[in-house]
C-alpha cells in the first residue's frame, strides 16, 4: 500500500491519465493531474508532491525540460518518466538528469506500483533524515556529544544546565552505555572551569594502594617501585574537575581519605608529612544503587551523602525511544565520516526495527550497531539486513491471548501462574542474571528475589559468559 503518497502524474493524453489515477488512488494514493508540462510545474509551484509522474514526449515543455523545473523546486522529488519503447535511449539519458527512474509504454500495473513504491519510500527516507540532520544541528551546542530531544533528556540538559556554574557536587547515575561521562564532560565544559582539566578516574581498574598512589600521588621510596616522585590525580586536576567513574568500586579505606578532600580540600601524598590544597569539582558516576551499597556495608554513608548533593539521572534508551532515530542518524553521519561513506541512508525498516528493540547496552549498544552496519555496507542504503540478529530477533512483549472458560476461573490461581512464567521467560532471557531481569521487568532487585522465593522458582544462570 502507498498510504498517503501524493503523487503528480503529468501526461498530455487522457487515457493514460485515467489509468495511472485509478491504479494509484486504488493504492491510496492521492492523485493530482496535469495535461501538460506547464500545468504540471504550476502544481509543484502550488503544494508539494512525494512523487511525480512524467511522460516524456509531450508538446510544449517535455518530459525532460519538465523534469529538471520539478527538480529545481524540490531536489529530492523522485520524478518517475514514462516512454515509449521508441524513446528508451533518450529516457535512460534523462537518468542523468537525476530522474528516480522509466517506465516504457505499454507498461504492467505491477510494474508502475513496484517503482512508485520505492520512490515514495526513498522520499520519505530522504524527508525523515533531513529532520533529523536538521534536529541534530538545532540541539544546544552546549550539549553537542549528547544527542537526545525526548522529555526526559529534556530535563537533564536543563539540570546540567543549572548544576555547571556551582562547584556542587554531582552523583551521575545511570545504566552502562548511557552516557555518564558524557554528562560529566558537559557538566564541566559548562562551568566556569572549562578552561581546566578535566580529569578521569578508572576507579574499578586499580588495586587500592596502586589507586591511592594514582589519586594522591607520592614521595620517591613511599612503597617499593617508588623510584621518583609523583604528582596524584588531585594535583593534576587543580582548579578543574575529577571524575569518578564508577565510584562504587573505590575501596572502603580510599573513600575515607576521599572523603577528607572533599571536606577539607587538602590531602598528603603516600609517604609524605606535609598537607598540600587543592581547588577541585567533583562529579562521581555509577551504574548500581550506593544507598543498597551503603546497607550492607559496602560504601561510606557519609561520602554517599557527600556525592547526593545533586543527581543526574540518565533514562535508558528504552525509556526514551523517541531519540532513538536521532541517535542512529548521528552515529551513522559519525562513522560515515571516519569511513569515507557520507551520504548513507537508514531505511525505513530498519529505523522502525531498531524502535522496537530494548537495547540493554543503551546507546553505546547502538552506537555499535551502528559503526557495524556503516562498514559492512555495499549500498548506500542500510537496511534490516545490517542489523544483527539480537536485534533483529526481538519482539515487543505481548500479553498471550485467553479464552474465559464457561465454569469461570480461580483467579489468584491464573495470576500467579502468570506470574510465575513471565519471570521465568524474563529469567531466561536475561542469562539468569537477577538485577538484568529486574530491569527489564522494571522492578526493584529485592522485589524481583520476594517474587522468586515465593513462586520457588529455580534460577539457572548460563555457563561460560562474562560477568
Known amino acids: 500500500m502507498l498510504l498517503n503518497a501524493s503523487v503528480l502524474v503529468i501526461d498530455d493524453e487522457e487515457i493514460m491519465r485515467e489509468i495511472l489515477q485509478t491504479l494509484l488512488e486504488r493504492e491510496g494514493c492521492q492523485v493530482s493531474l496535469a495535461a501538460s508540462g506547464e500545468d504540471g510545474l504550476a502544481l509543484a509551484h502550488a503544494q508539494p508532491f512525494d512523487v511525480a509522474i512524467v511522460d516524456v514526449m509531450m508538446p510544449g515543455i517535455d518530459g525532460i525540460e519538465t523534469l529538471d523545473e520539478l527538480r529545481k523546486l524540490d531536489e529530492d522529488l523522485p ?35 513496484v517503482v512508485v513504491r520505492k520512490a515514495a519510500e526513498h522520499r520519505r527516507l530522504v524527508t525523515e533524515n533531513r529532520t533529523l540532520r536538521e534536529s541534530l544541528r538545532a540541539q544546544s551546542h552546549e550539549f553537542s556529544d549528547i544527542i537526545g530531544r525526548s522529555r526526559r533528556m529534556r530535563q537533564v540538559f536543563e539540570l546540567i544546565a543549572q548544576a555547571a556554574p556551582s562547584r556542587t557536587t554531582i552523583l551521575v547515575q545511570g545504566e552502562s552505555g548511557t552516557g555518564k561521562e558524557l554528562a560529566a564532560r558537559a557538566l564541566h565544559d559548562n562551568s566556569n572551569r572549562a578552561d581546566r582539566p578535566f580529569v578521569i578516574v578508572n576507579s574499578g581498574s586499580l588495586p587500592p594502594d596502586l589507586l591511592e598512589s594514582h589519586l594522591f600521588g607520592h614521595l620517591k621510596g613511599a612503597f617499593t617501585g617508588a623510584i621518583a616522585p609523583k604528582k596524584g590525580l588531585f594535583e593534576i586536576a587543580d582548579k578543574g574537575t575529577i571524575f569518578f567513574d564508577e565510584i562504587g568500586s573505590v575501596p572502603l579505606e580510599t573513600q575515607a581519605k576521599l572523603l577528607r578532600v572533599m571536606q577539607e580540600r587538602e590531602f598528603m601524598r603516600l609517604g609524605g608529612v606535609h598537607t598540600l590544597k587543592v581547588d577541585v569539582r567533583i562529579i562521581a558516576a555509577t551504574n548500581v544503587d550506593l544507598k543498597s551499597m551503603v546497607a550492607d556495608g559496602r560504601f561510606r554513608e557519609d561520602l554517599y551523602y557527600r556525592l547526593h548533593v545533586i543527581k543526574v539521572e540518565l533514562p535508558p534508551l528504552r525509556d526514551r525511544r523517541e531519540d532513538i532515530r536521532l541517535l542512529a542518524q548521528h552515529f551513522l553521519e559519525k562513522y560515515g565520516l571516519e569511513n569515507d561513506r557520507q551520504h548513507l541512508e537508514l531505511t525505513p525498516d530498519a529505523l522502525d526495527l531498531m524502535e522496537q528493540y530494548d537495547w540493554p547496552g543503551n546507546v553505546r549498544e547502538l552506537e555499535n550497531v551502528i559503526e557495524r552496519a556503516v562498514v559492512l555496507a555495499t549500498e548506500n542504503r542500510i537496511g534490516v539486513e545490517l542489523i544483527p540478529d539480537a536485534v533483529r530477533t526481538s519482539r515487543p512483549f505481548q500479553i498471550p491471548q485467553f479464552v474465559m472458560p464457561q465454569e469461570g476461573i480461580v483467579f489468584k490461581e491464573v495470576t500467579a501462574a502468570f506470574e510465575t512464567q513471565l519471570i521465568e521467560r524474563t529469567l531466561v532471557a536475561a542469562g539468569g542474571v537477577q538485577k538484568r531481569a529486574a530491569e527489564m521487568l522494571r522492578i526493584k532487585p529485592t522485589t524481583l528475589n520476594e517474587m522468586i522465593k515465593r513462586h520457588e522458582i529455580r534460577v539457572r544462570r548460563k555457563r561460560g559468559g562474562g560477568s
Open 79 to 113: 520524478v518517475i518518466l514514462i516512454t515509449a519503447s521508441a524513446s528508451v535511449e533518450r529516457a535512460v539519458a534523462a537518468m542523468q538528469h537525476n530522474a528516480f527512474h522509466y517506465v516504457t509504454k505499454p507498461f504492467k500495473n505491477e510494474e508502475v506500483l
